[in-house]
């Protein structure tokens, strides 16, 4: 079985989708997946801070089993744990969403086996993610790849890396305490990337895996992963743009990326259904 894990708010279900299916349209493994799906209702905070419905689950569910019966989508709603451990924490009101914080409840919950990657919403797989997910991370408490600017601005903090695409060894980071280590820091200091910043403070050991695994700028003809994250511009004059793929025309008309049009035209193709059967 190969573990993935997305975290979000009913909105990232585009991410989640058209991302799903390009893992699975890329993938040749016959081993089934198990997608687990950590979710929420903090809705005192945003309007829209509510969780991922058990329509979008259940289609999703649908969706990847046509590439395998055995496929299945696991929802986990996390509200009571977050409202436990970091209500009214100082990272409540993050750079993003407090829903980045919600992986850092991995050892909580029982169904987690000892070995999952974790996934942004806003990532496509151009090569087969058996590249990544079959990395031996025995020895270690997750793999991941450094972060395109971060490696630049922050060149001097050694562990710094990407927290979109983690595959995280459960067992080992039990053992050492990362998660629990990660929440104090979540709860007691305001830090500048939230959980990504509180995963980098506590890792005891990590292996650094290429940039390949998660591509945040660039495509290349060895990129398994591109991660459509806020990127800079320099033309016409720079500045940041935050350019997802389910915005699937902007993003074709931006960088051109023909290699994802299979995808996108079966993730347009779903979506539509799901907003005709579901949305009515």
Not at 134 to 144: F, G, I, M, R, S
Not at 218 to 234: E, G, P
Not at 238 to 246: A, D, G, L, S
Not at 261 to 267: G, K, M, Q, R, S
Request: aromatic share 16%.
């Amino acid at each position: 079985m190969i573990n993935l894990l997305y975290a979000g708010n009913y909105k990232v279900f585009d991410g989640i989708l058209s991302c799903s299916i390009s893992i699975m349209k890329r993938t040749e493994t016959k081993e089934p997946f198990n997608i687990f799906l950590f979710t929420m209702d903090v809705h005192h905070l945003r309007e829209d801070y509510t969780p991922i419905t058990d329509k979008q689950a259940k289609f999703l569910e649908q969706v990847i089993k046509t590439y395998n019966p055995e496929n299945k989508v696991t929802k986990i709603d996390v509200t009571d744990i977050y409202n436990k451990e970091f209500a009214n924490s100082p990272n409540e009101q993050c750079y993003c969403s407090p829903y980045t914080l919600l992986r850092l409840f991995a050892d909580l919950v029982p169904q987690i086996p000892d070995k999952i990657l974790y996934l942004d919403a806003d990532l496509l797989f151009n090569r087969d993610i058996t590249l990544l997910y079959n990395k031996d991370v025995t020895d270690y408490e997750y793999a991941a790849a450094k972060d395109h600017y971060g490696k630049i601005i922050l060149f001097w903090i050694r562990k710094f890396m990407n927290a979109g695409v983690i595959l995280f060894n459960i067992k080992k980071c039990k053992e050492t305490g990362l998660f629990e280590k990660s929440r104090v820091e979540i709860k007691t200091h305001k830090l500048t990337f939230a959980d990504e910043s509180a995963i980098i403070r506590s890792t005891t050991k990590q292996l650094k895996i290429s940039q390949r695994f998660n591509d945040q700028k660039f495509m290349y003809k060895d990129t398994v992963i591109r991660h459509f994250s806020k990127r800079l511009f320099y033309t016409p004059y720079p500045h940041t743009e935050n350019i997802k793929q389910w915005n699937w025309a902007k993003m074709m008309a931006k960088f051109k990326y023909l290699c994802f049009a299979d995808v996108l035209e079966e993730y347009i193709y779903y979506i539509n259904k799901f907003n005709r059967e579901y949305n009515k």
